[in-house]
């Protein structure tokens, strides 16, 4: 089945420096990718939508030059929280979908993020 | 706008009991309805979808859901749980443009 592949699972990071999460697609070709962020026992809250060679769509109150998100090629999509703040700690997850996935689309198993 | 509701956050069953998490939906059109489980730490596994046909879809794990229009309803059942399917489960449904909309989640705790 699709599988995606997303590191690193946990990163602590110092305030005010920037982090990358990877999220690969490795078995399909990912045309869209979406990036969740979740707090401890809530639910998950959309970020962003991103096509490949596309710039990413934000969500309405996601903070777009915090978050950068690139999708460059089809198996491959980044996060990164620049300038990172005690309050951008949380569980990020992405998802990928692609040609003949459909909906259900494969979510990677996240990045728990912790900013000191 | 389209939302899901989860109405219970926690439920706990014994080893073995059978076990139904509900889940409701408004949505305007033909929904594509999806549960996923979270265990601690992880990401979501996808347990089952359901796009059209027949009301009743089997997933994995033993899980299955019923697709009811008229009570908008999509409810997860599994005849008899077993400790290891505690876990966080969402139901989720899709907008016209492919983004999922979660619900708040059930969290499931099993008794021995």
């Known amino acids: 089945g699709a599988v995606v592949s997303q590191h690193p699972s946990w990163v602590i990071c110092k305030s005010g420096t920037s982090v990358k999460i990877e999220c690969r697609s490795l078995d399909f070709q990912a045309t869209t990718m979406f990036w969740y962020r979740q707090f401890p026992k809530q639910s998950l809250m959309l970020m962003a939508t991103s096509n490949e060679g596309s710039k990413a769509t934000y969500e309405q109150g996601v903070e777009k030059d915090k978050f950068l998100i690139n999708h460059a090629s089809l198996t491959l999509s980044t996060l990164t929280v620049t300038s990172a703040h005690p309050e951008d700690s949380s569980f990020y997850i992405c998802?990928?979908?692609?040609?003949?996935?459909?909906?259900?689309?494969?979510f990677g198993s996240g990045t728990r993020l912790t900013v000191v | 706008a389209q939302s899901v509701t989860q109405p219970d956050i926690h439920i706990t069953v014994s080893e073995g009991a059978s076990l139904e998490l509900r889940c409701n939906y408004s949505?305007?059109?033909?929904?594509?309805l999806f549960w996923y489980v979270q265990s601690p730490g992880q990401g979501l596994q996808l347990l089952l979808k359901y796009f059209s046909g027949d009301t009743l879809v089997q997933g994995i794990k033993g899980f299955e859901a019923e697709f009811k229009r008229s009570q908008s309803s999509f409810n997860l059942r599994k005849p008899s749980v077993h400790w290891s399917d505690a876990a966080e489960y969402f139901c989720a449904v899709a907008n016209q443009g492919g983004k999922l909309i979660f619900g708040q989640g059930t969290e499931l705790s099993v008794k021995p």
């Open positions: 949505y305007g059109a033909t929904p594509y």
């Open positions: 998802s990928a979908g692609g040609r003949g996935q459909g909906y259900g689309y494969t």
